[in-house]
């Protein structure tokens, strides 16, 4: 017996046509990720019933559903697919902005286990969430959460057909060499420690009855929300907060002309801040907590421009 190696671990998608259904002879893209994985998730209530002996009679399988998340290093091109579903819209002409048009995968996992793979399948999934990790002398890092309502066996084969695209060979993203051209209205060039970026499209699994699966999911509101900490240098960034007022945040990550991202959200508001002096030797920062909102001139709460080779 071949135990499983995790450094051996394959992860492969495809856009479904029609949701919680793999095309055939499908052409996966395997995908960039640093771990995670997904996981079939089964609800159970434990039964009520009084004995005199005090023991439980059974616990009652009542749901199930599939959940998980994979965590992941930033290159270029590497997760527009996802960012699609995310954002529930498609890339037109390199620009991407929220909006309510699912898309489905298909998400692959293989496990080495010898002579002998497993594969798992999980259909019908959605990104439901996305974070992103922007720290000084650090690589850009991130996370997405994913949802389906396909629940997987275990199979020692590939799909009769499939093929397998590798993935790109984008260079991974730092925070040191690739990241550029952060402004927000209203505080005078910050110096950024970090950015941490959180996208949630709020979904959620649909039960029936007469059904230990779900029929589908459905999608909730599409919030952002981050925080982002910068040293202390005047009011400006705290009297944004104080005064209730709306402003916008915008930055670029990848190259300097192509294999860019440049990121805006048009309108943020802070909702907290805190200035605190942790100690002798020390730099003292503000860490300011923002959410975004819907942009009524652009008709958005967040816009990624993508400018390839």
Known sequence: MTIANASE???????????????????????????????????????????????????????????????????????????????QNAWSTNVLENGITNK??????????????QYKRFLGCQVNTMSLSIAANQIVTGSAGIMGFGVPT?????????????ANANPVLSASNDFASLAM????????????????????????????????????????TGSITMYFENEEAYDLFLANTYTDLSFSVGGASTLKYDVVLPNIKFTAASIEAAGNDTDIPITLEFGAVMDASQGNTIQITRTPS
Do not use: C
């Not at 998608?13 to 089964?42: C, N, S, W, Y």
């Not at 275990?154 to 590798?166: N, P, R, W």
């Not at 649909?206 to 029929?215: F, K, L």
């Open 9 to 87: 671990f394959q992860l492969a998608h495809i856009a479904e046509v029609t949701a919680g259904t793999t095309p055939a002879t499908p052409t996966f893209l395997k995908d960039r990720v640093t771990g995670g994985g997904m996981q079939t998730m089964q609800d159970y209530i434990t039964s009520n019933e009084i004995r005199p002996d005090r023991q439980i009679t059974d616990r009652v399988r009542v749901g199930r559903r599939s959940e998980g998340s994979y965590n992941f290093e930033l290159s270029y091109g590497s997760f527009d697919d996802w960012l699609e579903s995310l954002f």
């Open 104 to 117: 489905y995968f298909t998400f692959e996992e293989k496990i080495e286990t010898g002579a002998t793979d």
């Open 154 to 166: 275990l199979t020692q084969a590939i799909i009769s057909g499939a093929t397998y695209t590798d």
């Open 185 to 224: 209205t209203g505080i005078t060039s910050p110096k950024i420690q970090s950015i941490d970026l959180n996208i949630t499209n709020n979904l959620r699994a649909q039960p029936v009855v007469g059904s230990i699966d779900a029929v589908g999911v459905g999608s909730g509101r599409f919030d952002v």
